[in-house]
Structure formats: C-alpha cells, structure tokens
C-alpha cells in the first residue's frame, strides 16, 4: 500500500476522525482494538466481533512466539487464517512483556534475552526478530521493537532507555525494509520527562514510521500525569500519521486521550472485566456478584443495544457470574466490548459534529 493509508476526515479541536487504510480492511479512527493475547479474543467468536464493530485486534507477539510459534501460525496460512479473523491484526513487538519478566531477562544493545513464562526455555527477542517474527505471523501492523520502563524511574536511567529504544526503533525500520502488505509503527518512550520525550518523537520522526506509539505509559502513573506527557507529545509526531495510545484504558482515558489527538488504543479492560463479572454501564463499572442484582430483571444497560441487553436479565448474568458459568464470561464480555466499540462510534459522530469537546467535558 502507500506509505500513508490514513486520511482525516473531521476536526474538532485536536481531535481527528479519520480512516486507516491497511491491506486488511479499512481501519475508522478514534478506534479501539481489543486485545487477543494469544490469537483468540477471550470468550468471543471472531464474526461476533465484527458485528459489534470491531475493525482491527491486537494480538502478543510474544505469547504467540511461544505458544503455538511463530513457524507454526506461518505454515498454517498466517494469523488471519489461523484465528479466522479477516480484518487487521495488529501486533506488538514482544518488548512490553518481556521487560515485565523482571528477574527472567537480560537486555542488550543486541536484545533482550528470557525464559520463557510457559517452560522455562530460553528464548532471545531483538529489532530484527521481532519484526522477522511479525512478518511471519503476517500481522497487518507491526510494532517496532522497544524497551518499556518501569514507572517511576530515574531520569538518567531513563534517557538510556530511550536512546536505546530509538537505535532499536531504526533496526526495526531497517528490517522491516519496503514491504506492501503490512505497515509498521513506530514507539515513543521517555517516561515522563518532556525533554526525553522530545527527542524521542523527534527521532522517531526522522526515522519514520507510518503510525507513532505513545508507549510507557499506563504504567502505573496518574491520569493527569498521563493527559500531561500527551499534552507535550501529540504536536510533536507527523500531523497526517495515525497516533497510539498502547494499553489504555478506562473510558474516561480513552475520551480524554481523544480530546488531546489520539486515534488509536488497546486494553484488556472489557475483556478481563468481562470475566470477572464486572459490567460498564453509563454510570462506571457495576459488580454482576453483588447481591442486589440477583432479582433484578433490568438488562445491564437499558440503552445498549448488544445481545447481551437484547437478550438478559442482571439476575440472570448475576446468576452465571457467581455459578462461574462460561456463559456469563461470553454475555459479559459481549457487552462490555460493545460498551467500548459504540464509545468510539459515538466519539466519531460527535467529532464530526463538533459537538465533542462539550461531550468529553461532561464525560
Ligand atoms: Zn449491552
């Protein structure tokens, strides 16, 4: 494809709507994409996650290098294929996971090396294999390979960390090389410090990338000091390339990162609450084992047009949340994702009515 598949098609504010052409389908910003670990979005089928507006899924590089591998997913036709999902897949680099091994690992100029979580056995991770792992899962949008750190950290510390993560952001580029199918995307880190983050961006700008990430955050920082780092970031990446929010968030993140330019984020969130019994609803969260809701014949939100509401009583998911009833995993899951999906629909007509600003305010 061209070297740029998105085009804005509304402003309000810093806010975009726009559209991400990819090889797979079209991609329609501010999006959300939820996360399928391991090549599957827990407890739902893929059609169903089309039909509640789903276009694009992150999967983890590094669950699926380990667990089936990367060769396997290849010969059985690529991810697509294999998960039976036909729009665009994004994956990101294996570093977030990785970094997150703690005592497991050790990095490098070169990479990084680990045991892996599943059977101990040692695996490396470095620019050139985590793209080359990607390309073979044949994932629509690659991440580039980056260090992620911890929060809080040392300024000088993490300067390091992020000049290293620039060096890797240009052998990531390098190995990508020209390649029509996929698009790959590029990851700011430098904690919370402005200057970092400057440099980042602007090297990462240099290098150029056809997405830009905001990465290291939702790392256990403050909202506020979140808005703050994407305050001082956003003005710095190319105006007419999608921007990332990676691993955020709540709702309330999600419409205020909007508001400050983002167009794109990931989270486990509504699929890991979706488990666990816990349902957004207009109000915030509600606990499906709270007793109050074993008689209550009320759908989980009365404005919500889901299967799950179309179909449910709260006494009825109470009912299979506390008999651990996969059903009530599948129902809840169902809905909340639909929760976050028709959020970002209403983000994008209300973009282009310019009534967003007013929306996110009250939000
Ligand atoms: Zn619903």
């Known amino acids: 494809m061209s070297q740029n598949g998105f085009s804005i098609k509304h402003i309000e504010g810093k806010s975009r709507v726009g559209t991400l052409k990819t090889s797979r389908g079209i991609i329609n910003t501010p999006a959300f994409m939820p996360v399928g670990t391991a090549g599957t979005v827990k407890a739902m089928l893929p059609e169903n996650l089309r039909t509640i507006g789903a276009d694009v899924l992150l999967c983890n590089t590094y669950h699926l290098m380990l667990r089936p591998g990367e060769e396997i997913v290849n010969k059985l036709g690529g991810l697509n294929k294999f998960m039976n999902w036909k729009g665009p897949i ?33 695996f490396s991770l470095s620019p050139e294999t985590s793209i080359s792992i990607q390309k073979k899962l044949q994932s629509t949008i690659i991440m580039s390979f980056d260090e992620c750190t911890p929060y809080p950290i040392d300024k000088s510390e993490a300067e390091k960390s992020m000049k290293l ?11 990508f090389g020209r390649n029509s199918d996929s698009l790959l995307f590029g990851i700011q880190q430098g904690s919370m410090f402005k200057d970092l983050r400057k440099s980042s961006a602007i090297g990462l700008t240099d290098i150029g990338f056809d997405g830009y990430a905001l990465g290291g955050l939702a790392v256990g920082e403050t909202q506020e000091k979140m808005f703050e780092v994407i305050d001082f970031s956003i003005d710095l990446f190319p105006y007419n390339r999608p921007r990332y929010l990676m691993g955020v968030g709540k709702p309330s993140d999600i419409v205020g990162a909007v508001l400050r330019g983002v167009d794109m984020f990931d989270c486990v969130i509504p699929t890991r609450s979706g488990r666990n019994g816990q349902a957004f609803v207009e109000e915030g969260t509600i606990n499906l084992k709270n007793a109050k809701y074993k008689n209550d014949d009320l759908a989980l939100d009365p404005t919500c047009n889901c299967y799950c509401c179309n179909n449910y009583s709260k006494g009825y998911l109470s009912h299979l949340v506390r008999s651990n009833e996969i059903l009530g995993s599948i129902l809840v899951t169902w ?29």
């Open 335 to 363: 809905h909340n994702l639909s929760f976050y999906l028709n959020l970002m629909k209403d983000i994008r007509s209300k973009i282009a009515e310019g009534t967003f600003t007013d929306f996110a305010k009250k939000f």
């Open 90 to 122: 994004l994956t990101d680099s294996g570093g977030f996971q990785v970094m997150s091994l703690a005592n497991l690992r050790t990095i490098s100029e070169e990479g990084v090396i680990f045991k892996s979580h599943v059977d101990g056995k040692k």
């Open 165 to 175: 993560s620039l060096r890797w952001g240009k052998r990531s580029k390098n190995s």
